[in-house]
Nanobody, 122 residues
Framework: QVQLAESGGGLVQAGDSLRLSCVAS????????LGWFRQTPGREREFVGA????????LYADSVKGRTTISRDIAKNTVYLQMNSLQPKDTAVYYC???????????????WGQGTQVTVSS
């Protein structure tokens, strides 16, 4: 089974960039997808983007498309979420999860990490 651990969050100012990491440990063979989601208190987990571990194909939410890039480094077992032009509305806890196929539905994902807090000040 795969375990996931996010890192890289912090406090930034509006307009800044940030790169989050999600390290996968355990079984990383076969086809699977790692997705990034974010969540604020009292709200459901919101899809940000996802990447196929084997093909590198990506999928992005419309709300972040154009200013967000997801990539992976197989040698490091790590998926990255690069976010640019951050705005206060991007403030959330960011999670990565694993799914068997590429989707924006959080119910398809499991093995969530502990999350990393991103706070964007205006």
């Amino acid at each position: 089974q795969v375990q996931l651990a996010e890192s890289g969050g912090g406090l930034v100012q509006a307009g800044d960039s940030l790169r989050l990491s999600c390290v996968a440990s355990g079984r990383t063979d076969g086809y699977f997808v790692l997705g990034w989601f974010r969540q604020t208190p009292g709200r459901e987990r919101e899809f940000v983007g996802a990447i196929s571990w084997t093909t590198g194909n990506t999928l992005y939410a419309d709300s972040v498309k154009g200013r967000t890039t997801i990539s992976r480094d197989i040698a490091k077992n790590t998926v990255y979420l690069q976010m640019n032009s951050l705005q206060p509305k991007d403030t959330a806890v960011y999670y990565c999860g694993r799914a068997n196929y590429q989707t924006d539905d959080s119910r398809a994902y499991s093995r969530w990490g502990q999350g990393t807090q991103v706070t964007v000040s205006s």
